[in-house]
Nanobody
Framework: QLQLVESGGDLVQPGGSLRLSCAAS????????MGWYRQAPGKEREVVAR???????DYAEFVEGRFGIFRDNAQNTMFLQMNRLRPEDTGVYYC????????????WGEGTLVTVSS
């Protein structure tokens, strides 16, 4: 079982940068595929970026090269570096972990709020 805690959300101006962190406690973090999702006010949760247990990554189309997802298995932590932020990036960002071979082992954090506004 994993417990996930996000941090790093803040109020930032358009064009600015933020780095989100997801700290995991529990066992076998390196075995999990990880991801960042977000939910804007009045909208459904959507995937932002994902990274597999072996480090392969993929991104939502709206990222357009602005974000980078990476993980540090030694520190049981995943990150999302967000650059050139836009007002439409505003939302609660959630960390997700799941075992590909055992879909019942899926966990979510409580989220961290990112607000992009001038």
């Amino acid at each position: 079982q994993l417990q996930l805690v996000e941090s790093g959300g803040d109020l930032v101006q358009p064009g600015g940068s933020l780095r989100l962190s997801c700290a995991a406690s529990g066992s076998a973090f390196s075995m999990y595929d990880m991801g960042w999702y977000r939910q804007a006010p009045g909208k459904e949760r959507e995937v932002v970026a994902r990274i597999t247990n072996v480090g392969s990554t993929d991104y939502a189309e709206f990222v357009e090269g602005r974000f980078g997802i990476f993980r540090d298995n030694a520190q049981n932590t995943m990150f999302l570096q967000m650059n050139r932020l836009r007002p439409e990036d505003t939302g609660v960002y959630y960390c997700n972990a799941k075992l590909r071979a055992r879909p019942e082992y899926e966990y979510w954090g409580e989220g961290t709020l990112v607000t992009v506004s001038s």
